[in-house]
């Protein structure tokens, strides 16, 4: 959850992939919706890791009026972690 936290306020390292780019865009989810979501949401998919390693969670958090979930991947490399979100959408 720290990780996440980190990645929300800026000061750990963030990456949106072009599929969660496509869905905020065709879902009308900004990325400020997105960070708020990170910071302060709560386990939606509990941590689990992957066949690969990666470790994976949804958090979710309301804002504007709208339940925002996001998907998550936390990657481990020689730089340190790494937080991918997946995907985004909204659970109305």
């Given at each position: 959850?720290?990780?996440?936290?980190?990645?929300?306020?800026?000061?750990?390292?963030?990456?949106?992939?072009?599929?969660?780019?496509?869905?905020?865009?065709?879902?009308?989810i900004g990325r400020t919706q997105v960070l708020e979501t990170?910071?302060?949401?709560?386990?939606?998919?509990?941590?689990?890791?992957?066949?690969?390693?990666?470790?994976?969670?949804?958090?979710?958090?309301?804002?504007?009026?709208?339940?925002?979930?996001v998907a998550v991947v936390i990657k481990l490399d020689d730089?340190?972690?790494?937080?991918?979100?997946?995907?985004?959408?909204?659970?109305?």
């Amino acid at each position: 959850k720290q990780l996440l936290k980190e990645a929300g306020e800026g000061k750990g390292r963030l990456a949106i992939s072009v599929h969660a780019s496509a869905r905020m865009k065709q879902r009308k989810i900004g990325r400020t919706q997105v960070l708020e979501t990170l910071k302060h949401g709560s386990f939606v998919e509990p941590l689990h890791q992957d066949v690969k390693g990666d470790w994976r969670c949804s958090v979710g958090w309301f804002h504007a009026g709208s339940r925002i979930v996001v998907a998550v991947v936390i990657k481990l490399d020689d730089k340190g972690d790494l937080v991918v979100v997946a995907t985004v959408f909204r659970e109305d």
